[in-house]
């Protein structure tokens, strides 16, 4: 059962909500009656039936009834149907507009029964005669039971309204957020269809371009060896052809990066390293360090590795001055000779973010004039000769790539591919 507030209550209205007469710490009752007889006969029916005792509050006239909804604060309204200057109906209206809902029972000497259909078809909660006071206390009991329960469904309405307001607001938030994520699918789907489209484009550049090159590249290198048989060899000559052999090559490999192939034909020579070194140091105008090593290799493709290198090395510089080479022989940490190439340039660095895409295929750096296929190729090079290419800091400032290829040794399988005829890295698959 619940209990109202009343006018003049300064707590929120239905802030009391107890769930029975006993809940109450007492039941006041306002009672209409200008028979003090009759007002004593209804208190004492009451009071013998009900427990805790209830507070009883008499008035007999219009202007104590209001003064005492304000401040008396009933719980349930008894009234007589006539009074001299005042009646039942006119103060059952008055309290239904203060106070909705407030048991009103009106208790009266006589009523016809048409009266009494109206009485309650107009919003009186019950009607007790003066002559049957017996049915006074169960017609209390229910009607502050029913509106205790009026009062918990009106909450539990409330209840229901504020989830049914939650969840249309997180359905609509969660629609928001279905909207933002097939955008977003769809801006993904749109980008990826563009990257796949700029991919096939270069891809196709790339491939055309060498098919272009292959050409005039072919063209040159027959000029030169015609030159070289009609006026003889000379240092000059010789590093033309060089020069025009790896371009050859790379364009070459070009096509193949394109197909989604690995460097392929390598070719295995006893060749001088400290040379080689010296020629390309001398093609980019680098100062070279290094003491005489031999190793089986392919020349021309070790000439791709470090001309490669080295010209990003200078290019990022700006100058051949903050670039050098330098190699040497050791022993790795498994015990195996092994030769390693520094070049090492003091330019700008490359940061530690960068440094795990840089031999990514079509990734490129800062700097502009690169197709991003150079170290790709230089690193698959160095792994078909089973060495490693990896990128450190240089002390100072600057970065170095260091190149680690297997020494030649009498005890080497290097030795048994040699004189075998089997090109070093052919057993590798020609997937990328």
């Known amino acids: 059962m619940s209990v109202p507030a009343t006018p003049g209550d300064t707590s929120t209205p239905g802030s009391e909500r107890p769930d029975s007469l006993q809940a ?14 009759d007002h004593e006969l209804v208190r004492s029916a009451l009071e013998d039936q009900l427990t805790p005792t209830p507070e009883f509050l008499q008035v007999e006239d219009e202007a104590s009834f209001r003064a005492a909804l304000a401040g008396f604060r009933p719980h349930l309204i008894l009234s007589d149907f006539s009074l001299p200057n005042y009646d039942g109906l006119s103060a059952f209206e008055l309290a239904h507009r203060l106070v909705p809902h407030l048991p009103f029972i009106i ?5 016809g029964e048409e009266v009494a259909v109206d009485t309650l078809r107009r919003g009186v909660t ?17 009607a502050l039971a029913e509106y205790a329960e009026r009062d918990r469904r009106q909450l539990a309405e409330a209840e229901i309204r504020g989830l049914n307001l939650t969840l249309q607001s997180r359905l609509l938030e969660v629609e928001r957020l279905n909207r933002v994520a097939e955008e977003r699918r769809l801006q993904q789907e749109d980008t990826a269809r563009r990257l796949a ?12 371009t060498s098919h272009e090159l292959r050409t005039p590249l072919t063209a040159l290198l027959g000029y030169l060896r015609r030159l070289e048989r009609e006026v003889g060899e000379s240092q000059t000559l010789s590093d033309a052809l060089r020069v ?3 371009m050859t090559r790379l364009v070459n490999d ?14 295995q020579h006893f060749v001088d390293l400290g040379e080689l070194l ?33 010209g990003n090395a200078v290019r990022v510089c700006g100058s051949p001055a903050l670039v050098q080479i330098e190699a040497g022989q050791h022993l790795a940490p498994s015990g195996i000779p092994e030769i390693w190439v520094w070049i090492v340039d003091h330019g700008p660095g490359i940061s530690d973010e960068v440094k795990p895409r840089i031999f990514d295929k079509f990734y490129r750096g800062k700097e502009a004039g690169s197709a991003g296929l150079g170290l790709t190729i230089a690193q698959q090079v160095v792994s ?38 089997l090109p070093m890295g052919a057993e590798l698959s020609s997937e990328s």
Do not use: W
């Open 107 to 111: 208790v009266t000497g006589a009523m």
């Open 244 to 246: 025009a052999q790896n």
């Open 126 to 142: 019950d009607y007790v005669l003066k002559q049957r006071l017996e049915r006074l206390t169960p017609a209390v009991r229910r």
């Open 384 to 421: 078909a000769h089973r060495g490693h290419l990896r990128v450190l800091d240089t002390p100072g400032g600057g970065a170095t790539f260091e190149v680690c290829l297997p020494a030649m040794d009498e005890d080497n399988d290097d030795l048994e591919l040699l004189q075998t005829g």
């Open 254 to 267: 070009l096509l193949q990066l394109t197909r989604g192939e690995l460097v392929q034909n390598i070719e």
């Open 24 to 37: 109450l710490a007492q039941l006041r009752v306002l009672h209409l009656e200008d028979n003090m007889l």
């Open 278 to 310: 010296r020629a390309v140091g001398r093609d980019y105008g680098v100062q070279v360090q290094t003491p005489p090593l031999e190793i089986v290799a392919d020349p021309g493709r070790l000439t791709q590795v470090f001309a490669n290198l080295v």
């Open 197 to 208: 489209e700029s991919l096939n484009l270069q891809k196709t550049f790339l491939a055309e």
